[in-house]
């Protein structure tokens, strides 16, 4: 060997200084999770009075695997008759058996609910991911325990408003029309029923076209659950179905979750009537990282904010701002760590980043990789291998943009983070809150007074600091500017069901 000749420095899997190298190192072995138990209907009507009843007009669409494109089912489809069919069914049981139980009776009902997801929480994992592509350790793991600690906490507050509400006589609205989206059915589904029951009111809920399984599982279970008929009616459909439960002079209340431009429609058709409203609507949440922040325990949490349910979160942190002292290193890291990341099957324990929810987002998402190019800033993405079949986008990275880049400004629903430096925390501050929306946003640094300092400078329903999407029953969640109307969740989300 020659003097001018370097010997390459021995890898140490264990050592802290070395990059995790999965191609040559660490292999997985395939961990796929069974879904034989898991019973699926070749076809299901909705749910109206207790029964499942065919829709009017005889019309069903299909749901697809969006992992493997393959066909799992067909609901009904409901249209203004079958609405308003709901709408009666949710009255008749509203001003007559579940107003004349007790508030402890009804939260026994919730309770029950709750117990029996529990029971059942294997068997809605599988579903939510087979229906909506996202990694079974995130439908085990988060969304199915959180949908059981809803119901548990509002089960609890059942009979207890008068201490919620110290002074005031809560008095339930009556009919609520809930609609929810695609990214966590089964969880928005929750956060909607959950108090509406527990107030006293009766539900008629619509659930996204593309994730309707879980829903009508569910309704299952509340059929077996003994819950009188008409409280809980649940009913599928496209845009128009929400359009109707929207605009049915008999329904009290509407509580809507989903894209800003949907809200904006649902806020000008109920403009003039006296319904109330709650809408939870997109973001364009902001990770800002500082200098004396834990640089690893950063990045751990900018992949949890973006990348967990492929980007499909409406309070993911999409926009990281990174103070310019450590931003190349904060980058590198990140690159690092996204080449850890495995995209692939759903339902395999070892995905980390599942399926686009459906071929029209999957379209969506590959526009905005394509403009972000366009715009001019630099792309890079996880060198990963993705299959073949099903909607798979490799996790992003845009590097290079501005503040105007339209991948910067709106919301895009996938696996895509951009980039962007700082020098001041005033000149961080001005930069998240620099769009239309306010919905979450994270803060990293090792000093409490600055994380106080930011938060509260921040124009955001939610701040997180050192970490991010964590959620819990007693904690309000909701956005200000175009992310929304009211709040969901803890107390908040109770009176957003009375009167008083």
């Known amino acids: 060997m020659s003097n001018t000749e370097t010997k390459e420095a021995t890898y140490k899997p264990t050592s802290p200084n070395s990059k995790l190298d999965f191609e040559s190192v660490w292999e ?33 669409f299909k749901s697809t695997n969006p992992a493997t494109e393959e066909e799992i089912t067909e609901f009904a489809e409901a249209t203004q008759k079958d609405i308003d069919k709901a709408v009666k069914a949710a009255r008749k049981a509203y001003e007559g058996e579940w107003s004349r139980i007790s508030a402890k009776e009804r939260g026994k009902y919730i309770y029950r609910i709750a117990r029996m997801l529990q029971e059942r929480a294997r068997e809605f994992a599988v579903l939510e991911s ?50 929810i989206p695609w990214n966590f059915p089964l969880l928005m589904l929750a956060w909607k ?12 809920l619509k659930p996204a076209e593309t994730t309707s399984l879980t829903a009508l599982k569910f309704a299952e279970l509340v059929k077996d659950c003994g819950l009188p008929d008409g409280v809980i009616n649940i009913v599928t459909g496209a845009g ?24 904006k429609i649902i806020q000008k058709s109920l403009a003039g009537t006296d319904k109330k409203y709650t809408l939870e609507l997109g973001g364009k949440g902001a990770l ?25 979160v409406c309070c993911a942190g999409s926009r990281l701002l990174v103070q310019e002292g450590v931003a190349d290193k904060v980058i590198q890291k990140l690159k690092d760590r996204l080449g850890t990341l495995i995209v692939g099957d759903p339902l395999d324990k070892n995905t980390d980043v599942g399926a686009i929810n459906s071929k029209e987002q999957f379209e969506t998402v590959n526009k905005y990789l394509e403009l972000g190019v366009e715009e001019g800033a630099d792309i890079y993405q996880a060198k990963c291998s993705i299959p073949e079949n099903g909607y798979f986008i490799r996790p992003t990275l845009f590097t290079n943009v501005s503040q105007s880049n339209r991948v910067v400004q709106e919301e895009i629903f996938g696996p895509i ?67 929304g109307v009211g709040r969901e969740g803890g107390m908040h989300g109770l009176a957003a069901y009375i009167r008083n």
């Open 28 to 60: 997985y072995a395939p961990a796929p999770q069974d879904s034989d138990f898991a019973e699926v209907k070749d076809r299901y009507e909705l749910f109206i009075g207790g029964k499942f009843v065919k829709p009017s007009k005889g019309r069903y």
């Open 130 to 179: 087979m229906d909506g592509g996202k990694p079974i350790r995130e439908s085990r793991d988060v969304d199915i325990p959180l949908v059981a600690a809803y119901f548990f906490y509002y089960a609890g507050w059942a009979d207890k408003l008068e201490y919620a509400f110290p002074g005031k006589k809560p008095e339930p609205y009556g009919v609520c029309g809930q609609i």
């Open 193 to 204: 029923i959950a108090p509406a029951l527990a107030t006293g009111n009766t539900v008629v």
């Open 240 to 263: 128009q179905t929400g359009a109707e439960i929207v605009n049915h002079q008999d329904i009290d209340k509407i509580a809507f979750t989903g894209s800003t431009n949907v809200g």
């Open 288 to 312: 800002v990282i500082f200098e004396d922040a834990p640089i690893d325990q950063a990045v751990e949490g900018i992949i949890n904010a973006i990348y967990f349910n492929q980007g499909h």
């Open 417 to 483: 983070l951009t980039v962007q430096t700082f020098r001041t925390a005033d000149e961080g501050i001005d930069k998240a809150n620099n769009t239309p929306y306010g919905l979450a946003n994270g803060v990293w640094t090792d000093k409490g007074s600055k994380i106080f300092k930011v938060g509260s400078k921040m124009r955001s329903g939610v701040v997180w600091a050192n970490t991010y999407n964590k959620f819990d029953p007693t904690s309000p969640f909701g956005g200000y500017k175009e992310s």
